[in-house]
């Protein structure tokens, strides 16, 4: 796309689904422009990357599962195809889930989980403490039971964003390497923003795919403004030892006294343990209570991750709305449309977000998976709300 032609659609947000957004609409052949001074930044840089749609499953949240499902089994051809397209592999890595139980408060609330995850008619196997330590030797003795889920697989999120800048740049996808300070609204239309610089920016539509941040933007109108909040994350990576048997051969996680703790192997020899979730708004500090708690449940879960050299730590922002599932498609205000929301999914929901947002962004129509997620679910609440 020529720079000054106007484009179809401008995303605003570089993050991975304002970056798969814009790859697939420049591939229906959209003229497409992104909209952010770092793309290829955001949640993605600080997220473990785990394909979790089994044994991330809550209680009430049956809906969520399926677009969760249906974005793992694209997941495969996804890979694949951005792999082809820009030659950058992203990390996929098939090697599937252990779900594990310390105490018996523990064991209880996992064999819960495993009801649901049957009622629901997801394949998981449950699995002694023994048979457990028998797949990963490092866990620790008093592992009581766990949850063996193969088709919850993991990519490297790091490696995903830079292939998907890499893809929109060889699509043609025009950079704007700076921030939205407010919507255009000419007429009871979105027709564009204007940039923290003073830049006037026209598109035919605009996406609003700005993670957290997106219930931030100046100029959308209140009634559509989404719902959206930053809850903090923060991760810790460590290198594990080569040797001739892996020190985890794939993703361990467990409740631990309440809290979640998870351990990401990656291919590279790195080792990602998150995360922590917390109402702090917008702070992003690494505090010695988030890194000391995660250290110390994941050495209940797995002892010897004490010796390993401690690389990097880091806290995020997941974009999380009232029920904890995205906002995809057309808003109530004509050439406005949201991708955001996405909370602890946004990895894992990638490859669907893309496909349901090229295709309502070229033909008008919502796909019928992605209709649930309509944003209008929000703000039509609140324009029919009755005063008490």
Known sequence: MSPTRTPDVLVVGGGIIGLVTAWRAAQRGLATAVLDPEPGGGAAQVAAGMLAAVTELHHGEQTLLGLNLESARRYPDFAAELTDATGRGLGYRRSGTLAVALDADDRAHLRELHALQQRSGLDAQWLSGRECRRLEPMLAPGVRG????????????????????????????????????????????????????????????????????????????????????????????????????????????????????YLVPRENGELVVGATSEETGWDTTVTAGGVYELLRDAHELVPGITELPLTETRAGLRPASPDNAPLLGPTGLAGLLLATGHHRNGVLLTPVTGDVMAQVLATGELPEEARPFTPQRFSTAVLTEQPA
């Open 146 to 261: 766990g949850l063996r889920v193969d088709g919850d697989h993991q990519v490297d999120p790091r490696r995903l964003a830079a292939a998907l800048v890499a893809a929109c740049d060889r699509a043609g996808v025009v950079f704007h390497r700076a921030w939205a300070e407010r919507l255009t609204v000419v007429r009871d239309r979105a027709t564009g923003v204007v940039t923290t610089d003073g830049t006037g920016l026209e598109a035919g539509q605009v996406v609003l795919a700005a993670g957290s941040l997106s219930g931030r933007l100046a100029g959308v109108p209140e009634a559509v403004l989404p719902p959206v909040r930053p809850v903090k994350g923060q991760v810790l990576r460590l290198t594990m030892p080569a040797r001739p048997t892996p020190f985890l051969s794939r993703t361990v996680r467990a409740v631990v006294r309440g809290s979640h703790v």
